[in-house]
T-cell receptor
Framework: SQQGEEDPQALSIQEGENATMNCSYK?????LQWYRQNSGRGLVHLIL?????REKHSGRLRVTLDTSKKSSSLLITASRAADTASYFC????????????FGKGTLLTVNP | NAGVTQTPKFRVLKTGQSMTLLCAQD?????MYWYRQDPGMGLRLIHY???????AKGEVPDGYNVSRLKKQNFLLGLESAAPSQTSVYFC?????????????FGEGSRLTVL
């Protein structure tokens, strides 16, 4: 079964606006990761946040993690048309888990 | 660096035929994974390997077999293809760290089973 669930399933915004995507998960985790997938391509790692971290930044990306609510959010500021892609969160299952489970993704469309 | 390379990129099979997808990585990674991606389902883990000679089942292993005879290669086999195995298959690899860190993905192999 899916560990992470992204919300919304689809998001359409104008260039320059901020985009926020959310991820909820079910079990304890060691870390949570966000990936981007351009249409027809493989996934690309964006950012990893550990379970003892609450917020992390990378360029125009800001990720938050609330382990008490088992949720994370990805904020893309000042979006560009090139940010159009699907975004996935991925979690391990905590403990001695070596595998990542992905959610179904959020399709972000940034209109010029 | 090539990173993670998948072959073939496209394949059409008839029901009952067999085939093997090859994944090769040149980053000396310990862990390797096979996922399938279907519309509305996200990525689902088929099998994975935490080192040469080891394999383990993921979320949807039925109908697939894997082998990791060499550290750099991870093979996914379909012994008797079914239309339900029509999908895009992604291979990924990562360093042998715990907890699991960043995954590096290939560009995908699109399989159609008629």
């Amino acid at each position: 079964s899916q560990q992470g669930e992204e919300d919304p399933q689809a998001l359409s915004i104008q260039e320059g606006e901020n985009a926020t995507m959310n991820c909820s998960y079910k079990t304890s985790i060691n870390n949570l990761q966000w990936y981007r997938q351009n249409s027809g391509r493989g996934l690309v790692h964006l950012i990893l946040i550990r379970s003892n971290e609450r917020e992390k930044h990378s360029g125009r990306l800001r990720v938050t993690l609330d382990t008490s609510k088992k949720s994370s959010s990805l904020l893309i500021t000042a979006s560009r048309a090139a940010d159009t892609a699907s975004y996935f969160c991925a979690t391990d299952g905590g403990g001695s888990n070596y595998k990542l489970t992905f959610g179904k993704g959020t399709l972000l469309t940034v209109n010029p | 660096n090539a990173g993670v390379t998948q072959t073939p990129k496209f394949r059409v099979l008839k029901t009952g035929q067999s085939m093997t997808l090859l994944c090769a990585q040149d980053m000396n990674h310990e862990y390797m994974y096979w996922y399938r991606q279907d519309p509305g389902m996200g990525l689902r883990l088929i099998h994975y390997s935490v080192g040469e000679g080891t394999t383990a089942k993921g979320e949807v292993p039925d109908g697939y077999n894997v082998s990791r005879l060499k550290k750099q290669n991870f093979l996914l086999g379909l012994e008797s293809a079914a239309p339900s195995q029509t999908s895009v298959y992604f291979c990924a690899s990562s360093h042998g760290t715990y907890p699991t860190g960043e995954l590096f993905f290939g560009e995908g192999s699109r399989l159609t089973v008629l």
